[in-house]
């Protein structure tokens, strides 16, 4: 019988039909200048659908992936990625976005963690970058625990609720996450675990699928 002790939640390719709840998630405009720079004006469907067709259309594939965060009931509570992916530098951007009612919740740090190993052991790449708004400490906390470090801070590079606000780059090195993966797996536990489908592949590591 499968083991309903823990919470589950999957990762799978984002898809045109996910720009849907993507649109409505973004409604909140304080809540999107909170984690995106670039976009204020909360937008309809179509114009997700453009702003996202490198996303979920043939081109630029090589250079970016996302998938959607799926609880049990396969419903999308959010979406992570790889984004600005070079295989020259061997590095990429690696976005996340939570439903409200999940942060804080450990879901986040392990989607992310996810990603860290899939972009370093199946992608090969040698380096990721973030960055994050300096007064969000949800995405301070999280960058953190995860072990990135500080590499800079962009003085009033984020303009929000009517100030201008600092902006904190981070980055991660192949071996920087060699280093802290194991440490952080035990520090998690395995009360909520995400995963790649049923492929195995999961985080804490080898929590793999139930069913």
């Known amino acids: 019988m499968p083991d309903t002790s823990y919470r589950q939640f999957k990762l799978r390719p984002l898809e045109k039909a996910d720009l849907e709840i993507v649109t409505r998630w973004f409604q909140d405009a304080q809540d999107l200048a909170l984690f995106d720079r670039t976009t204020r004006i909360p937008q309809n469907l179509t114009q997700t659908e453009h702003a996202w067709e490198g996303a979920v259309g043939i081109s630029n594939r090589e250079e970016k992936c996302w998938f959607v965060i799926e609880n049990d009931d396969r419903d999308a509570v959010g979406v992570v990625g790889l984004e600005s992916i070079s295989p020259f530098n061997r590095d990429a951007v690696v976005p996340v976005f939570v439903e409200k009612s999940l942060r804080r919740q450990g879901v986040a740090v392990r989607a992310v963690a996810l990603m860290l190993d899939f972009a370093f052991q199946q992608l090969g790449l040698n380096r990721i970058t973030s960055y994050y708004r300096a007064d969000n400490h949800g995405s301070r906390d999280l960058i953190s625990r995860l072990g990135c470090q500080i590499e800079g801070t962009m003085r009033q590079?984020?303009?929000?609720?009517?100030?201008?606000?600092?902006?904190?780059?981070?980055?991660?090195?192949?071996?920087?996450?060699?280093?802290?993966?194991?440490?952080?797996?035990?520090?998690?536990?395995?009360?909520?675990?995400?995963?790649?489908?049923?492929?195995?592949?999961?985080?804490?590591?080898?929590?793999?699928?139930?069913?």
């Open 157 to 211: 590079a984020w303009f929000a609720d009517g100030q201008f606000h600092d902006m904190v780059v981070v980055g991660m090195l192949q071996q920087d996450w060699a280093e802290r993966r194991n440490v952080l797996a035990q520090e998690l536990g395995r009360e909520t675990v995400v995963s790649f489908g049923a492929t195995g592949m999961s985080w804490p590591p080898e929590c793999g699928s139930a069913t």
